[in-house]
T-cell receptor, first 112, second 112 residues
Framework: DVKVTQSSRYLVKRTGEKVFLECVQD?????MFWYRQDPGLGLRLIYF???????EKGDIPEGYSVSREKKERFSLILESASTNQTSMYLC???????????FGPGTRLTVT | GENVEQHPSTLSVQEGDSAVIKCTYS??????FPWYKQELGKRPQLIID?????GEKKDQRIAVTLNKTAKHFSLHITETQPEDSAVYFC???????????FGKGNQVVVIP
């Protein structure tokens, strides 16, 4: 199985702070994804990357940016955190099966 | 882009009964349909998937059926057990970069 880890399980930040969420995979997989999960809204794609230094916007990229400097690491950046970015953030990696995605444990971010 | 809808949003079943969750999709080019299970406090995990060249797939107590003409697919859980209680997400993909469009999720509650 693909192992996906995220830097924090819980994070509390203040409005206006710059926030970094990190995702690391233990295999040599190209495609990585960032989702946010909110009750009643399911999993919504923020950004994804299919190679180092490559990124594409998902369905809700506003207020976020990403960085992929190394193949194993994909970072989600909130340039200026706002209260409406309080959410569960899930990283995923496409595994060896052509479409299957493996999820990290998630980071619950609270912006106060 | 692809739009995936799930119904019902919450489903309660008696232990031992069957549960059926239905999803519809909008993009006729979609060719891969996975189902993910998310237990409380845990990450989503793939439980079964189906490709568009197959009408039905079964794995022990779970099965997925696909109707390409009607653009819907369903998850069937037979002989439900308390450990089947979870949120179930359907998804669809037609994307070369393996993007998945997720539904909003169904909360399944198995009553002992």
């Amino acid at each position: 199985d693909v192992k996906v880890t995220q830097s924090s399980r819980y994070l509390v930040k203040r409005t206006g702070e710059k926030v970094f969420l990190e995702c690391v995979q233990d295999m040599d997989h190209e495609n990585m994804f960032w989702y946010r999960q909110d009750p009643g809204l399911g999993l919504r794609l923020i950004y994804f990357s299919y190679d180092v230094k490559m990124k594409e916007k998902g369905d809700i990229p506003e207020g976020y940016s990403v960085s992929r400097e190394k193949k194993e690491r994909f970072s989600l950046i909130l340039e200026s955190a706002s209260t409406n970015q309080t959410s569960m953030y899930l990283c995923a990696v496409k595994g060896p099966n052509i479409y299957e995605q493996y999820f990290g444990p998630g980071t619950r971010l609270t912006v106060t | 882009g692809e739009n995936v809808e799930q119904h019902p949003s919450t489903l309660s079943v008696q232990e031992g009964d069957s549960a059926v969750i239905k999803c519809t999709y909008s993009d006729s080019a979609s060719n891969y349909f996975p189902w993910y299970k998310q237990e409380l406090g845990k990450r989503p995990q793939l439980i079964i998937d189906i490709r568009s060249n197959v009408g039905e797939k079964k794995d022990q107590r779970i099965a997925v059926t696909l109707n390409k003409t009607a653009k819907h697919f369903s998850l069937h859980i037979t002989e439900t057990q308390p450990e089947d209680s979870a949120v179930y997400f359907c998804a669809a993909s037609s994307d070369g970069n393996n993007r998945l469009a997720f539904g909003k999720g169904n909360q399944v509650v198995v009553i002992p």
